[in-house]
C-alpha cells in the first residue's frame, strides 16, 4: 500500500499545477525530501504525509489509499428455531459469549425442563416471558431479567398467546454476564 503513495502525491501536485517549490514552502518539506517521496526512494511518515494532506487538501486516507469503510449496517438473518419462535444471532465471531434476539410464541402450559452446560442471562424486550427454572416459576415483562446456571433445568414460554421477544447472552460454562446499574432512586 505504501508502494502507491509516492505516484499519488506526484499525480496529486500534477493536478494542481504545483512546483516542487511551491509545496515545499507550502508544507516545510525540503524540496529533494519530496522527490525522494514521489519516486519512491523515502518511506512515508506520518511526519511527512499529514502536511501534505493540508496542502493538498485531502483526507491522509486518500493519500495512503486506505481501503473503504463498509457499510456499517449489521444485517440480521433470523433463523427458525427447533423449540418453535425465531432467534436471530447478533454476534458474529464465535467468542465465549453470544448474543442472540429471539422471538419466543406460546409453547404451550406443560414445561419441558432441559438442562445444558452454560449460563444465560434473558432481558425482556417486549411481551411476557413465561420462565420456569427449577421449582421457580416466574414471569417477566417488558425490562426484566433473569440469569442462571444452565445446568439447572429451565424452560421458557411467551405467558400468554403473544410471542415475546428477548435479548438472550449465552456463555460457555464459565462465562457470566456482568452488568452494573444504578439502584432505583426511593
Do not use: C
Not at 74 to 101: C, D, E, I, M
Not at 128 to 138: E, K, M
Not at 142 to 166: I, N
Amino acid at each position: 500500500m505504501l508502494d502507491e503513495v509516492g505516484p499519488r502525491l506526484k499525480r496529486l501536485r500534477a493536478q494542481r499545477g504545483l512546483t516542487l517549490a511551491v509545496l515545499a514552502e507550502t508544507t516545510g518539506i525540503s524540496k529533494s525530501t519530496l522527490s525522494r517521496l514521489e519516486s519512491g526512494q523515502r518511506r512515508p511518515s506520518l511526519e511527512l504525509l499529514l502536511p501534505l494532506a493540508g496542502a493538498y487538501g485531502v483526507p491522509l486516507d486518500d493519500l495512503v489509499g486506505a481501503p473503504e469503510v463498509g457499510d456499517p449496517r449489521v444485517r440480521l438473518s433470523p433463523r427458525p428455531h427447533a423449540n418453535g419462535g425465531t432467534f436471530v444471532p447478533l454476534t458474529r465471531s464465535p467468542g465465549p459469549l453470544q448474543a442472540y434476539k429471539l422471538v419466543i410464541p406460546n409453547r404451550g402450559t406443560e414445561p419441558e425442563l432441559r438442562s445444558h452446560e452454560g449460563y444465560e442471562w434473558l432481558y425482556v424486550l417486549d411481551g411476557r416471558l413465561r420462565l420456569v427454572l427449577g421449582a421457580h416459576d416466574l414471569v417477566l415483562g417488558p425490562g426484566e431479567v433473569a440469569e442462571w446456571d444452565t445446568k439447572v433445568p429451565h424452560w421458557f414460554s411467551s405467558a400468554d398467546q403473544r410471542p415475546v421477544e428477548v435479548l438472550s447472552l449465552f456463555g460457555r460454562q464459565g462465562e457470566r454476564m456482568h452488568v452494573r446499574a444504578k439502584p432505583k432512586a426511593a
